[in-house]
C-alpha cells in the first residue's frame, strides 16, 4: 500500500489534474465493488482497486490542454490522449510492485469487439481485470463531470453501458455491474 500511495503523490507531482485523480479514486472503488459481487479472490480485488487507481497514470505524458479541452479533440490531440495506456503501463512495469497490475491499465481501453486501443485485443484477448476497468471507468465517465462530455443521470448511464453490450463491454460485467452493483433490475 506504500508505494500505492507514493505513486499516487508522484502523479499528483508529475501533473495528474484533480478530475482524472477523483475520477481515479472512484473508479478503483467501482473495480472493487464489481470485483466482490463477481466473488473474485481478495488478491484480484486488490490488483483491481489498484488497476482503477492507476488506470490513468499514463495521463502525466498528456497535455494538460488536451485534458481538459472542452468540446471535440482534433485527430493529433485523440493520438496524443490514446498513449495514455501505453504510458502507464511503462510507467507501473517499472517499479517491482506495480508490475502485477500494469497490463491491466495497459488494456483498459480495449473493446470487447476488437475496436478499441492501444492493440486491438478482443473478448477474452483482453484480460478479465481489464474488461472490468472499462465497465467501471466508462460509468464513472458518463455519471460525473466531464470538459468534454454531457453528464448522464444513472438510468441513461445504465442504458449506455446495456446498448454496448458485446460491443464495448463484456456482457457479464456489464449485467453484474448494472443488478449488483448499482442493483438496478432489467
Known amino acids: 500500500m506504500r508505494t500505492i500511495n507514493k505513486i499516487m503523490i508522484n502523479s499528483l507531482l508529475l501533473g495528474n489534474n484533480a478530475e482524472t485523480i477523483t475520477h481515479s479514486?472512484?473508479?478503483?472503488?467501482?473495480?472493487?465493488?464489481?470485483?466482490?459481487?463477481?466473488?473474485?479472490?481478495?488478491?484480484?480485488?486488490?490488483?483491481?482497486?489498484?488497476s482503477g487507481m492507476f488506470h490513468d497514470i499514463g495521463k502525466v505524458a498528456v497535455q494538460a490542454e488536451i485534458l481538459s479541452k472542452p468540446g471535440s479533440l482534433t485527430e493529433a490531440e485523440w493520438h496524443e490522449a490514446m498513449r495514455h495506456p501505453e504510458v502507464g503501463y511503462l510507467i507501473l512495469s517499472n517499479s517491482l510492485e506495480m508490475q502485477g497490475i500494469a497490463k491491466y491499465v495497459l488494456y483498459h481501453h480495449e473493446?470487447?469487439?476488437?475496436?478499441?486501443?492501444?492493440?486491438?485485443l478482443k473478448r477474452e484477448e483482453i484480460?478479465?481485470?481489464?474488461?472490468?476497468?472499462?465497465?467501471?471507468?466508462?460509468?464513472?465517465a458518463m455519471t460525473n463531470l466531464r470538459s468534454y462530455q454531457e453528464t448522464l443521470n444513472k438510468e441513461m448511464a445504465v442504458l449506455e453501458l446495456l446498448s454496448n453490450k458485446g460491443k464495448q463491454f463484456d456482457p457479464i460485467?456489464?449485467?453484474?455491474?448494472?443488478?449488483?452493483?448499482?442493483?438496478?433490475k432489467k
Open 25 to 50: 479514486k472512484r473508479v478503483s472503488q467501482l473495480c472493487r465493488m464489481l470485483g466482490m459481487a463477481m466473488e473474485l479472490p481478495d488478491t484480484e480485488i486488490y490488483k483491481l482497486e489498484a
Open 111 to 120: 473493446r470487447y469487439d476488437g475496436s478499441g486501443y492501444p492493440a486491438g
Open 173 to 184: 460485467m456489464v449485467d453484474v455491474f448494472v443488478e449488483k452493483v448499482l442493483e438496478v
Open 127 to 140: 484480460p478479465f481485470l481489464s474488461r472490468i476497468i472499462a465497465v467501471a471507468d466508462s460509468y464513472d
